[in-house]
């Protein structure tokens, strides 16, 4: 019953490792994915199976399947890999999973979210295809950008300062998130992904060209509340955009009289 | 007990087939239609008892009836017929149902949920009035158009390449979906969907002018999850549009140039 | 325990006949305000503790407080008030209740909920202060218009043709909707609402400027669809009049050429 | 197991007051702040972990942490201070608290809270990081304003007619909420937000530029009915704005002829 320890998937054997996906704790990844999946869809983030979720517990990697109804995922649809053994195998493109579900086929998305994990170290990747997102790499396209730009809205303070940074960005500051164009398969992502992640080593997201964005954080709640924040802030931008309403400002900061 | 082999309906017996629409289990087709119209209603898709779907199991079809507010139906309210004795009847407009609800009337979809099922083996066809689709179906009327056509959008990927063709559309494939104009009363619109069907006969959707959606698919997760696709993409180019911002690209693709 | 036949108020007794709202069945209409209610606050129509719904059954009218939040509303929070001892009331403005709730003030919509039982002999009326409804009185407020006025949108048929017709209307026809000019003191509106009912003796619904809609129907199921029929047009209209398309159009009907 | 009646934290001693957020009643304010946030969550206003809400009892204060998702908070998760210890504090920075829980922060939005508490003697004040609020606040920053107003609206009625004041603004009134420009901390917006209620003594609520809105009112209802109202008015506005309407206009009164 204990699994594998080298990481290899159990060959020849009959056991999958479902303990791994079977726990009574709401907070056991393959209980928390499904519960997360189920809130994004009627947030309209992972509409018709497009985006998803994964969530890293040491070095297990928990992963949602391709082309599920991501609001009727049970934990038992759930993949696990382990990091490490991953990180031995000959090629990127294989990949070598502890635990399977019986009927679904792995997500594109997997080699995406593990460069969140590996590169990143990041504890969750959250990938929407909300049409804010969308739409803000449609705006931008027309503008021959390349970088989501947004100053002086609270919301900002959302996010982390960056990659082993302590601390949350200010009000004042630049929120700066990089577009990469999207590819035929989504897999091929994965290059341009960590393109970005070194070009913007302090970037918790990369927006996707007319397909959408990836979020993380260092654990579930960081990177669940900056995808919400991001999402929240591409609305705003579209609806900025809508009322002639520029997205970068140059406002003088209010500076508190009061010494108490 | 058991229900006619014929598909004739039990004529001068009392016996209505409730058996039929009577299961435990939430995936019986009597049971899905209710839970999957009251997901609907909640994204006014079937606002007002409008809109509907209809779910085929082997020869059995299963229906929702007339003017039923959709997020209260029950398993209860279900027609059932078979499709191989409508085959057999003398006229299209005459329906012989193995079992009816006690209190409704036939919807005037079913001759067109019927047309995906003969004509296309669908398992599942929906129907909304989403507002998003009506909007797309006025801004075409204003062009003069009779297609709704996009590209280079991720979430193209979401719909099937074709009937009885494997695999999908890619992220750069044009969508085609034929839109028919609406009629006064809404069974004379099936020669018109079978008509763009036979045009179209790749298309999985038809669009009606001033109206809605006809979305189908294989089974219900195919239909269901190609519904939410194409409401994604209309909401997505009413957007557009009001953005100023074209359905159609010529966008060169990113190739990837890592080979792992 | 039996309710005051005549409908006056039991006096100088204990008896507040809060029997005539306890009922174990959900479509007691005590139990059916608050259900509806709740449902219509998260479609936005009853923000704020603004708008709400009224159920005849039989004489008996029952109907829901002043000032409550209407997704929190309880069965005992209904008042119950009986036509017939509110016709030989002396006043307009003086009402009596069979019942009232031991904290609440009765509201001010009351009169224009028994307009629409007296005149129209309605089994609901539903009041929303939907914002689509009253962005159509403004945009018509402009147009220095008093009448809503939408056709060949299939969602028109969700409306039957008028008072004591039997049928709906059709997807060619003109839904008209009068629009009333807004009072300083909501009982005002009454003579209005009933003025319009009488210029437009077929209507189910008056828009009141710069406030909402006052909608009715023959019992709570026509009331509800033609009020979700009505707020879809609603929002459809705004969404017309933001992409420049007009609400009015002379549309060919498409006739069906098959006759089977 | 008694608080310590003198308000000072129970320093030197294991208690923690847990019994302060402990309770079967949904309507004691530990357990109504987490309903209340998770409903304020699914309507956009706390995305993210911002925005929050505090309730007073008496001289109790109950606030929610810094940095917690609003959907997802505990009674466990509540502070408790004394108002009338926090008086006697030597500085407005320092607060003691009664309870804390085991994990959080202090939220910075505490002494924009209790300022509401004490200047306005309010039993309840929600902070909402709404976009339709931040839009307004840019709508009007465009205009060079520090004011938003807006008249003839129904929903106005929703606003009482100040503090200490008894009724509620009436239709024809014009509702005028103060915009204070943000700060780079969110605590230094005490004394601006203290200043706006000095020059608006009537307002129960301040637009906080780029960043969101306070609402205040007497008991939990009217916060939160008053929070909703506004918010209303703000998308309202921002739509009226879309569609080049005027907020502010010159209507002549509509007087009824009939007494009766």
């Known amino acids: 019953m204990t699994p594998p320890t080298t990481g290899l998937p159990a060959e020849n054997t009959t056991d999958n490792n479902d303990h791994l996906v079977q726990s009574d704790d709401p907070e056991h990844p393959a209980n928390l994915i499904p519960s997360l999946c189920a809130k994004f869809w009627t947030l309209g983030?992972?509409?018709?199976?497009?985006?998803?979720?994964?969530?890293?517990?040491?070095?297990?990697?928990?992963?949602?399947?391709?082309?599920?109804?991501?609001?009727?995922?049970?934990?038992?649809?759930?993949?696990?890999?382990?990091?490490?053994?991953?990180?031995?195998?000959?090629?990127?493109?294989?990949?070598?999973?502890?635990?399977?579900?019986?009927?679904?086929?792995?997500?594109?998305?997997?080699?995406?979210?593990?460069?969140?994990?590996?590169?990143?170290?990041?504890?969750?990747c959250i990938h929407t295809h909300s049409h804010w997102a969308v739409l803000v790499t449609?705006?931008?396209?027309?503008?021959?950008?390349?970088?989501?730009?947004?100053?002086?809205i609270e919301q900002i303070k959302g996010f982390g300062k960056g990659f082993q940074k302590s601390g949350n960005l200010?009000?004042?500051?630049?929120?700066?998130?990089?577009?990469?164009?999207?590819?035929?398969?989504?897999?091929?992502?994965?290059?341009?992904?960590?393109?970005?992640?070194?070009k913007y080593p302090d970037t918790y997201a990369v927006l996707v060209r007319r397909h959408g964005v990836y979020v993380w954080g260092d654990n579930v709640h960081k990177a669940k509340t900056q995808c919400e924040s991001l999402d929240y802030l591409f609305q705003l931008a579209v609806e900025m955009k809508q009322l002639g309403l520029p997205w970068i400002t140059d406002i003088e900061p209010t500076i508190p009289t009061r010494k108490d």
Chains 1, 2, 3, 4 share one sequence.
């Open 45 to 124: 983030w992972v509409t018709g199976t497009g985006g998803g979720a994964s969530i890293r517990d040491g070095d297990l990697v928990y992963l949602a399947p391709s082309g599920v109804q991501k609001e009727l995922m049970k934990p038992s649809d759930i993949y696990v890999l382990s990091l490490a053994a991953q990180a031995q195998s000959l090629s990127r493109r294989q990949r070598v999973y502890l635990r399977s579900p019986p009927v679904y086929k792995p997500s594109q998305c997997t080699p995406l979210f593990l460069a969140a994990f590996t590169k990143r170290n990041a504890g969750c």
């Open 170 to 198: 200010g009000y004042h500051d630049t929120l700066v998130i990089p577009v990469i164009e999207n590819t035929a398969h989504e897999e091929d992502l994965t290059e341009f992904l960590e393109e970005a992640m070194d």
């Open 138 to 152: 449609l705006i931008l396209e027309q503008q021959g950008s390349k970088e989501f730009r947004i100053n002086n």
